[in-house]
Each structure stands twice: as structure tokens, then as C-alpha cells.
């Protein structure tokens, strides 16, 4: 099955700076790319995706990018916020499989 | 608030014991997805229902087992218990009405501690 890694487990930035997180996956075969935010005692929540025929998507701060040659994907977060501060997952699935395979997820802390 | 709900929000028994945990989807969504999370395994889907029929099994153990009922709300039972079934449950839907690409939405998660 797909398996999705995802670095670093741990990012520090300071508030205003921007943060990077890298996914790898393995199933050449996957082309749908979510990344959801999780805050302290709350479910994920989707806050972007990005599909496989393109190599680029952003929304205000956040922005993702996928080299499909290489089977990575980043989310890009500009500016950061203390309201930032959570765990991120990214993951990935495919046509007619619409489970989701799951990086370990990275904490961001946003140093005011 | 991304409209799904669950019942209940934390669930403490016994090791052996049976509990029953409950998903209300988004309105209009088809699909509902269980996913386990674990500090050790992280988020491991379990199982999907797709309109009322099961779409797809992931590590779902035997001693699990879910349905999804007529008005699409869905219920995940787990049973003979153990100590390492101590998780948080998240329930998520999409819409899945023939779009290739369907984006699950997650709920607030019932915390399971078994003792």
C-alpha cells in the first residue's frame, strides 16, 4: 500500500517567517494530494489539496507544490501566525481509492 | 466546525468490554470514512461506507465492525477490548457522487481509554 513520510517531525519558526514541510509518498499511482491542520483536541481539518495534474496551488499564506517525478509534495506557510501553531498531515490517495494514507504529521510552533 | 459530528467525545471502560461509537456525515454526503489515530501508528483508516454499502477495509481489526444506516449516519463497534485500542476515533465523509476527486471532512473524534 501507499506509504507516505513526511519531515521534520518538529518545526520551529518565528512569528512572520515561513514555514516548509516535505512529503514523500510511494504509489506512483496516487494523484490526490491533502494537507490538514490539527489543533489540540480537535479533528483535522482540510486546508488544502492539490491534484496531480498540477504542479502548484496556493491560497492566501498557504501554498503546496508537487514534483510527481520525484513523489513529493510540500506545503508552504508564509508569514506565520501564532494561530499556525499545530500539527500538520499530509496524505495521499488515488482515483477509486479514496482512502487516505497518512503522513506521522510534523508540530509547527510559531515563536511570538 | 466542518459538519460532521460524533457521539460520544470520550468513552473510558474495561478491557473485554463492547462499545458502540456514532458518526453523523455532512449533509448530502455519501460516504463515510473510519480512520484510527494512535501516537504509535499515527492515522490509520479502518473502513469506508459508501450509501449505505462498505466501499473499502483498511487495518481494521476483526474484533471491529461498522454499518451505515438508511439516513447515512454510521456506527463503528468495537469489541473484546484491549488495552492497546486506547485511540482517538475519527469519523469523516465527502460527498462521492461520481467526482474523481473527493475531499473527506473530518469530525471532532470520540477518545477511547480502555483500562
Known amino acids: 500500500g501507499e506509504n507516505v513520510e513526511q519531515h521534520p517531525s518538529t518545526l520551529s519558526v518565528q512569528e512572520g517567517d515561513s514555514a516548509v514541510i516535505k512529503c514523500t509518498y510511494s504509489?506512483?499511482?496516487?494523484?490526490?494530494f491533502p494537507w490538514y491542520k490539527q489543533e489540540l483536541g480537535k479533528g483535522p481539518q482540510l486546508i488544502i489539496d492539490?491534484?496531480?495534474?498540477?504542479g502548484e496551488k496556493k491560497d492566501q499564506r498557504i501554498a503546496v507544490t508537487l514534483n510527481k517525478t520525484a513523489k513529493h509534495f510540500s506545503l508552504h506557510i508564509t508569514e506565520t501566525q501564532p494561530e499556525d501553531s499545530a500539527v500538520y498531515f499530509c496524505?495521499?490517495?488515488?482515483?477509486?481509492?479514496?482512502?487516505?494514507?497518512f503522513g506521522k504529521g510534523n508540530q509547527v510552533v510559531v515563536i511570538p | 466546525d466542518s459538519g460532521v459530528t460524533q457521539t460520544p467525545k470520550h468513552l473510558i471502560t474495561a478491557t473485554g468490554q463492547r462499545v458502540t461509537l456514532r458518526c453523523s456525515p455532512r449533509?448530502?454526503?455519501?460516504?463515510v470514512y473510519w480512520y484510527q489515530q494512535s501516537l504509535d501508528q499515527g492515522l490509520q483508516f479502518l473502513i469506508q461506507?459508501?450509501?449505505?454499502?462498505?466501499?473499502a477495509k483498511g487495518n481494521i481489526l476483526e474484533r471491529f465492525s461498522a454499518q451505515q444506516f438508511p439516513d447515512l449516519h454510521s456506527e463503528l463497534n468495537l469489541s473484546s477490548l484491549e488495552l492497546g485500542d486506547s485511540a482517538l476515533y475519527f469519523c469523516?465523509?465527502?460527498?462521492?457522487?461520481?467526482?474523481?476527486?473527493?475531499?473527506?471532512?473530518f469530525g471532532p473524534g470520540t477518545r477511547l481509554t480502555v483500562l
Open positions: 504509489d506512483s499511482a496516487s494523484n490526490y
Open positions: 469523516a465523509s465527502s460527498v462521492d457522487r461520481g467526482a474523481i476527486y473527493n475531499e473527506q471532512f
Open positions: 492539490i491534484r496531480s495534474n498540477v
Open positions: 449533509s448530502g454526503d455519501l460516504s
Open positions: 461506507y459508501y450509501n449505505g454499502e462498505e466501499r
Open positions: 496524505a495521499a490517495s488515488k482515483d477509486g481509492n479514496n482512502r487516505l494514507a
